[in-house]
């Protein structure tokens, strides 16, 4: 009788530890690497398509170079722009906003290129993190606010 309550109570412990670490916020997935290419390689494995389903390049893109300067960054919504951003984002959205600056509408906008808002937009959509979600919309309309005063 009283080996089963301590086998109830260590499955009771562990899956209280289990739930726990399941709901908390912080727990995020990352590649095994950041170095270029395996990162890329890493991503591929969980997202190998864009949010169109369009398949990613050897680079992570999904979109040229040419493409991607012809689009407007302040006035396109996050749900336009997420398509363009990169595999990595696609696939580790939580962990890509680690890197987001804390005030990003300081920073010049030469720091910022198309697939780096679009993929500050992708992680204001689908990063699983709440707050996380909150910095990068905040972030990205501050950008598209400084892209609009230079016509871009």
């Not at 680690?98 to 808002?117: H, I, R």
Request: with cysteine.
């Amino acid at each position: 009788m009283e080996m089963n309550k301590m086998r109830n109570m260590a499955a009771f412990v562990l899956l209280t530890l289990i739930t726990h670490c399941a709901l908390a916020e912080d727990l995020i997935m990352e590649p095994n690497s950041w170095s270029f290419p395996e990162v890329i390689e890493y991503a591929r494995k969980i997202s190998p398509n864009n949010i169109e389903g369009k398949p990613f390049n050897s680079l992570g893109l999904v979109y040229s170079s040419q493409e991607l300067a012809t689009i407007q960054l302040s006035a396109l919504s996050a749900l336009e722009l997420q398509k363009y951003a990169d595999i990595v984002t696609h696939a580790y959205p939580d962990a890509v906003a680690k890197q987001l600056p804390e005030q990003c509408g300081t920073l010049p906008l030469e720091y910022f290129n198309e697939t780096s808002v679009a993929g500050i937009a992708y992680i204001s959509l689908h990063a699983t993190n709440s707050s996380t979600r909150d910095k990068a919309a905040k972030c990205l309309v501050a950008l598209q606010n400084n892209f609009a005063k230079i016509g871009r």
